[in-house]
């Protein structure tokens, strides 16, 4: 995969993990009063979605994605790239923590219920944070001037 179809491979992922957060949200957001078993079926549904293509984002950018040119046009910005990938390993510990949670909990469980959703809304929350710190890094990397003469 060269640079340009990788950048398209991750801005395509990027959409599909901002829509899937975005139901998964609004799903989450209130726990219904009755149908908790079709409810609990599509959260678990749209979790998974967001679990795998997040997996899959976080792996890319790890492998293939921009994080060895940042650190290669700008080492100085090495530790913040380290910093990333190892909120890359929580946030993968997060995902599976409530992946291996989610299966036993039961629709009359409402303690258990609310505290998954708050869990989940952790989860989507710390992410949107790393991708616009993830951002930020990329403008300072390959954007900024460094102020050297040439």
């Known amino acids: 995969m060269n640079a340009q179809q990788l950048a ?4 395509e992922e990027q959409e599909k993990i901002s829509g899937i957060t975005r139901q998964l949200m609004e799903k989450i957001s209130i726990v219904p009063r009755i149908d908790h078993d079709r409810w609990l079926t599509d959260v678990r549904t749209l979790f998974e979605h967001y ?7 976080i792996a890319l950018e790890e492998q293939d994605g921009y994080l ?9 910005l090495s530790k913040e790239v380290d910093r990333l990938q190892h909120e890359h390993r929580e946030m993968i ?6 992946h291996r949670d989610l299966p036993g909990i039961q629709s009359g469980d409402f ?6 959703c708050h869990r989940i809304q952790d989860v ?3 992410m949107e944070h790393h991708e616009r710190e993830e951002t930020l890094l990329l403008m300072s990397a390959f954007t900024d001037d460094t102020g050297e003469k040439d």
């Open 93 to 98: 510990r997060l995902i599976d923590a409530i």
């Open 51 to 57: 679990r795998a293509h997040t997996i899959r984002h």
């Open 68 to 76: 060895t040119p940042v650190t290669e046009a700008r080492p100085f």
């Open 111 to 116: 303690l258990l219920l609310r505290d998954i």
């Open 124 to 126: 989507l929350q710390y």
């Open 8 to 11: 398209a491979w991750i801005r």
